[in-house]
């Protein structure tokens, strides 16, 4: 939750519209409406305490989905934030799972990789686009 709470606040300091959903919507965390273009995003929020994989199967992820990674860095002052859309990741399996899909055998905990996100740090400008 708090992953979910901090990313919303972020996004209303931008000035966007956010609600979140509290559970009640299956596979979405928040909704999105930007007014200055009155386009409204699914976002999906994924949290970690400190830097390693964020769990997740390629099957839960919505190409039209954005995806927010924070790694909320436990007495630091700062939490990291990763913001991409869904269709990337699907659109580059390995490159976001490593190893987790290249076996014969499926990883059972497949999870992206925290190194693969680096270029996607604070790109809230995705939801004005």
Known sequence: MAGEYLTAGKLFKRGYQVAVTTGNAKAIDLFVHVPKTNKTYNVQVKALRGHNCFPIKREAIHADHVYVFIVLKVNEPDEDYFVLLGQTILDDINRFFG???????????????????????????????
Do not use: T
Not at 101 to 112: D, T
């Open 99 to 129: 190893s987790s899909y290249k076996r014969e055998k499926p990883s059972p905990m497949p999870a992206i990789d925290y190194g693969s996100l680096k270029e996607f740090k604070d790109k809230w400008e995705l939801f004005d686009q």
